[in-house]
């Protein structure tokens, strides 16, 4: 089984909008751009992952309602979240870092529960 274009994106829109969220709470005010930027690339890693790896060997529930992409999407949100804070140093180190897991959890749950 495959996801439409349409499901994909709106699966990355969601975690954008969790990340977002999360960052709001965890993130210093003074770097606004930063934690929209950081939501941005949250979905964008989701969008990424799951527009290239729609394939249905990877979509296929692996354990009950957990398929390979489901673990790969958060991952990739992940890495992508670790290459930002290298590229642009954060204010607060520890605040970006528990910003940065539970934006990853955020992403797992998203592409559990939609995909």
């Given amino acids: ?3 439409t274009t349409l499901h994909i ?3 990355a829109a969601l975690t954008s909008v969790v990340a977002l969220i999360v960052g709001i709470w965890r993130l210093p005010r003074e770097r606004w ?3 929209i930027a950081a939501a941005v690339l949250a979905g964008a890693a989701v969008a990424l992952w799951r527009l290239s790896a ?3 060997q990877l979509n296929d529930d692996g354990l009950p309602s957990f398929s390979a992409n ?3 999407a958060p991952a990739m949100t992940y890495l992508f979240l670790s290459g930002y804070a290298d590229a642009r140093p954060p204010l607060d180190d ?3 870092r528990q ?3 539970l934006a990853t959890l ?3 749950a998203v592409n559990v529960i939609t995909i």
């Fill in 9 to 11: 994106v709106l699966t």
């Fill in 70 to 72: 489901d673990w790969a």
């Fill in 106 to 108: 955020g992403a797992l």
């Fill in 54 to 56: 729609n394939m249905p």
């Fill in 33 to 35: 751009l930063d934690t």
């Fill in 99 to 101: 910003f940065r897991i």
């Fill in 94 to 96: 520890r605040r970006y």
């Fill in 1 to 3: 089984m495959t996801f």
